[in-house]
């Protein structure tokens, strides 16, 4: 290789402030490192204080928000018949076959890992897409695991 003045001035330059390159280096860690505690520090996360596995919670807090929107499953038009909208949620989830493949079952109650609904939110999925579609970003695992509750408890109304 060769000794370009350029790559002396290079090499002169980094030699000199490689100690404020480490410093600044130092810093943004120190600062990341803040930054994730102040979020909890990365770690699992709680679900929404109000989200109980009661299917009036999971309404109010999930489907209702993520879920029951214009152009996905609300009204009359909802996407593969799933409405997810309050009054037409649970008779549309609890022991109904999925449109997209009769051999699967929306909710089994008792059953969360069986339920499409689990595998759509967690995209275990055989068949469509992982929800909600509009993500990411999708449900955090803690108000999935919510929901998986609710199921595993028998998918009370």
């Known amino acids: 290789m060769v000794d370009s003045p350029a790559r ?34 990365g770690g699992e996360e709680a679900p929404p204080p109000a989200l109980q596995p009661t299917l009036a919670s999971i309404q109010a807090n999930v489907f209702t928000p993520s879920c029951a ?10 996407i593969q018949g799933l409405r997810l909208d309050a009054g037409f949620s649970w008779m549309n989830l609890v022991n109904v076959a999925s449109t997209l493949d009769m051999s699967l079952t929306r909710v089994i109650p008792g059953n ?37 509750q609710w199921i595993d408890q028998g998918a009370q109304p």
Request: contains cysteine; proline residues 4%.
């Open 8 to 41: 002396k001035i290079l090499i002169a330059c980094v030699t000199r402030h490689s100690n404020v390159d480490s410093m600044l280096l130092r810093a943004g860690v120190a600062a990341m490192l803040l930054a994730l505690a102040a979020c909890g520090g």
């Open 69 to 78: 929107k214009v152009g996905c499953h609300t009204s009359a038009g909802a």
């Open 112 to 148: 969360a890992d069986g339920s499409l609904l689990i595998q759509k939110l967690e995209n275990t999925q055989s068949v469509g897409m992982q929800m909600p579609a509009d993500g990411p970003p999708f449900l955090q695992q803690v108000t999935i695991q919510v929901i998986r």
